[in-house]
């Protein structure tokens, strides 16, 4: 059998861009991501040079997604709530049924512009979604050294679970939900493993109307 060489692999347009080890883990950040961009290499130093690339260039294209991705799932004029924190962005979770799929999604607060959307993945809870778009949030600010920005959600569960570093979910184990358990277990490690700075504050939709990530099913 030939040498096994490990690749690195650059994801600039998914859920989450960035240098993965793994196909696996990179794959999770294509999947079901409409105009996903992304590329193996053979070594961490070719990935990291591709993934930089060109500061110019790398604005502009993420300027271009970021327009891209902007939807109207929910509706929200910034200019018209002067007390909502500009500087932000809003998550939150959906699920058709309980226990049933489930999608989270991250958009920024002023613009509408959608940051990640995972989903959807079987045999989940509203709160289950509410918690990893909070994790994931917080993992993205962390890495990108953006721990000044707000998080809003209107999820009190899942804001306390985030306090208590962990999910209290009740959910039964079977063969469908194994993908969301191996995901909220990386959630947890990533809580308990990880000091965060960002806020979490709780959306006031009495005053301000749908959470502007809302996916407005309801």
Not at 84 to 108: F, L, M, T, W
Not at 143 to 155: A, L, Q, R, W
Request: contains cysteine; glycine residues 6%; neutral net charge.
């Amino acid at each position: 059998m030939g040498e096994y060489r490990k690749k690195f692999y650059v994801v600039w347009v998914g859920y989450s861009p960035g240098i993965y080890d793994s196909w696996e883990e990179a794959k999770l950040q294509i999947d079901g991501f409409p105009g996903a961009r992304f590329k193996a290499f053979p070594t961490q130093e070719m990935a990291t040079r591709a993934f930089r690339g060109d500061p110019d260039e790398q604005k502009s294209m993420l300027r271009a997604i970021a327009s891209h991705r902007a939807d109207s799932l929910a509706t929200f004029n910034i200019d018209e709530h002067p007390d909502v924190i500009r500087d932000s962005i809003c998550v939150d979770g959906a699920c058709s049924k309980n226990p049933g799929p489930i999608e989270y999604r991250c958009v920024d607060t002023a613009t509408g512009a959608e940051i990640f959307r995972v989903g959807p993945l079987e045999g989940g809870t509203n709160n289950i979604a509410e918690y990893l778009a909070l994790i994931h949030a917080l993992a993205l600010l962390n890495k990108n050294g953006n721990d000044h920005t707000v998080i809003y959600s209107d999820s009190r569960t899942a804001q306390s679970w985030i306090r208590n570093r962990g999910n209290k979910s009740t959910l039964k184990p079977t063969q469908q939900n194994a993908k969301i358990r191996e995901l909220l277990a990386r959630a947890d490690a990533w809580i308990q493993s990880h000091p965060y700075h960002s806020r979490i504050l709780k959306w006031d939709t009495d005053r301000w109307g749908e959470i502007p990530a809302d996916f407005n099913r309801k």
